[in-house]
């Protein structure tokens, strides 16, 4: 296989909800051209009901030992290799999610992220999987299964991990990830500030941004929002933007200078300002200070598009934007487009 096109490892995600689908439909699309082979870690017996469930012809799934030759089959072949045993049918019953289905799932993630971290794939992409399912099936390390960056983060030895999202329409990125609201505000330091902001830089200047705004005249920009309304009206309605927020923005700064990431820091900008021109294109993205600050305009403006990206990770992650969705599973009416823009992502991150 040609070395300029990126190979993924794809787990597919929960074999009771809709991950089977959309990797499966997903994969069916991919084309050379794409510069992306693809490699299913899953179930074979749960995706090939998955393909004909999406129209896809269960006969181009075929089951590979290892990932040593599965990237150098036809291009209408989309291997599979599958963890442990076939899960049987009522372990994988749509919408219907299992203990065992909840230890299958972790150990696709696992195994996935195995292949990339031993350099036998480029790039690791991920499906919706249930934290719930997870953290209920015993399955060793489970317990304290709170997602993918969280688990990645220890599987992979990574101190600096940072959650975010990338659209078309959006980029941003999330100081703290799954917490309750409640213990947002201690948990924001100035280094979580100042890492959130360095590594959204990178990403910003991994795909290009800087080159396309320069080729304006222009220099990009990173929006760091306020966890507080109004950016906390000097003090009125908290001061974290003072006592925290403008520190961590200051040590961003610095570190992006000495990796030399040409990209400019504003803030911190009040949230509902910073996503309404960042949706204009003003900012080339949003550090965000908690999960849905971040998630409900990425989702009013990319549902369905939207790609969740692991920064700073020893490899390359991405993911869909949407979760397992039970309702939907078996029905063959899940959308497959944020699966293949996850791909299509990896893909770009991981070629040279």
């Known amino acids: 296989m040609k070395r300029n096109v990126a190979r993924l490892a794809v787990s597919v995600g929960c074999p009771s909800g809709v991950g089977p689908e959309v990797s499966v439909a997903a994969s069916a699309r991919i084309r050379p051209r794409d510069g992306a082979r693809v490699l299913l870690v899953g179930d074979l017996g749960g995706l090939r009901v998955a393909a ?108 600096e991990v940072t959650m975010a999202f990338w659209s078309k329409a959006l980029t941003t990125s999330l100081v703290t990830t799954h917490l309750p609201l409640s213990l947002v505000p201690t948990a924001i330091t100035k280094e979580g500030v100042a890492r959130a902001t360095f590594w959204t830089g990178w990403l910003v200047e991994r795909l290009a941004y800087s080159a396309q705004l320069r080729q304006r005249g222009k220099r990009p920009v990173i929006a760091v929002a306020a966890l507080n309304p109004h950016a906390g009206e000097h003090g009125l309605l908290g001061d974290e933007e003072t006592r925290i927020l403008a520190k961590g923005i200051t040590l961003a700064r610095r570190r992006l200078v000495l990796a030399k990431i040409d990209v400019a820091v504003e803030g911190p900008v009040p949230a509902e300002s910073a996503f309404r021109l960042g949706a204009k294109g003003a900012f080339a993205a949003i550090v965000a200070m908690y999960h849905d600050q971040a998630t409900i305009p990425m989702k009013l403006l990319g549902f369905g598009e939207a790609v969740n990206v692991s ?38 991150l991981a070629r040279p």
Request: charged residues 25%.
């Open 52 to 159: 004909r469930t999406v129209g896809v012809d269960p006969a181009r799934l075929v089951e590979v030992t290892d990932a040593s030759s599965a990237f150098d089959l036809s291009s209408r072949v989309i291997p599979v290799l599958q963890p442990g045993a076939a899960l049987a049918s009522k372990d994988r019953r749509p919408g219907k999610p299992s203990r065992v289905g909840g230890r299958a799932q972790l150990r696709f993630i696992d195994v996935a992220t195995d292949l990339v971290a031993a350099g036998q794939a480029d790039a690791l992409v991920t499906g919706p999987v249930s934290k719930d399912a997870i953290a209920r099936s015993g399955a060793p390390g489970a317990r304290g299964f709170l997602g993918h960056t969280e688990h990645l983060a220890t599987r992979l030895g990574a101190h």
């Open 311 to 348: 920064l700073g990770l020893p490899i390359v992650r991405t993911s869909v934007d949407h979760g397992t969705a039970y309702d939907r599973a078996g029905k063959g009416t899940a959308d497959p487009r944020g699966m293949l823009e996850a791909m299509h992502l990896a893909a770009r």
